[in-house]
């Protein structure tokens, strides 16, 4: 089954970019294998009956979203910066705990959530979702749009340098300073 | 068609390492990294359950989280910048400045 090859790869390939997020002390390097992992689970969306989401997801999360991430991290100049080592007791409570964590999750998973296979498929286009985004989920949208919003704001003020307040270099004072370096 | 719990197992074990990057990371960007890793495993979750019970709200779900998603690695990523501006470090034992 071609099905179940192209699964087996994708989870393998999430799996391993993922673990490759977690280890590297690079920040670059971890950053663009967690868009490696992204294309991979956009794969499982397909696989999932769920187009319109994997394309968003790509577009969003691989594209805009880690860009986001890689301008930040060469802004600071962060992948010449050495990380210090964990200490040894919080590596060490980190990774069983964690290891724990995940035992339990996926021992209940395969005690209680094994379910029977759904018989006809549920192909969810983009048309279905816009409707319902539209008809039922009008309020919530729009919250989100207003939370975008006070999130832009945000991060403007947020990023500015502390002293100078946000960004305010006027428009006129750029366009002179740009003007000193035309012939 | 394959199995729901195939990809809830994936789900969970990509949770899982996130958990632990969290976990075992001094590096802020990195914590955040991981932290983008378990909102997609549970993505993945609330899409598995969509199609195992032709839910459409799971869907509407997904959408939703990634917009919530866009917007917190906005504003946590300016947050690490101001913290760069003030202690050359994004370092998350260093992140101190609301101590008492």
Known sequence: MIEYAVFFFFAAVAVVFATVVVIHRNPVVGALSLVASFFSLAVMYVLLE?????????????????VLFLFVIMLLNLQHQHEPATRP??????????????????????????LQSP????????????????????????????????????????????????????????????????? | MIPTHWFLILSAILFTLGVCGVLTRRNGITIF???????????????????????LHGLIFVFFIMAIAAAEAAVGLA??????????TIDVDEANLMHW
């Not at chain 1, 006070?150 to 002293?163: D, E, F, K, M």
């Not at chain 2, 947050?79 to 050359?88: A, D, M, T």
């Open chain 1, 119 to 183: 018989t006809t498929p549920f192909v969810a286009g983009a048309r279905e979702i816009g409707v319902a985004l539209f008809e039922s989920y009008i309020f919530p949208f729009e919250a989100v749009s207003i939370l975008l919003l006070a999130a832009i704001v945000g991060a403007l003020l947020l990023s500015a340098r502390a002293g100078k307040g946000p960004a305010q270099a006027s428009v006129t004072a750029q366009v002179d300073a740009r003007a000193e370096h035309l012939p």
């Open chain 2, 33 to 55: 990294m991981c932290i983008e890793l378990m909102v997609n495993a549970v993505n993945l979750t609330f899409l598995a359950y969509a199609r195992q019970f032709h839910q």
């Open chain 2, 79 to 88: 947050i690490f910048i101001s913290l760069f501006h003030h202690r050359e």
């Open chain 1, 89 to 114: 007791i919080q590596q060490f409570l980190g990774y069983t705990s964690a290891a724990a964590f995940g035992v339990g999750l996926i021992y209940y998973l395969t005690k209680y959530a094994v």
């Open chain 1, 50 to 66: 769920a187009p319109f989401l994997a394309a968003l997801q790509v577009i969003v999360y691989a594209g805009a979203i880690m």
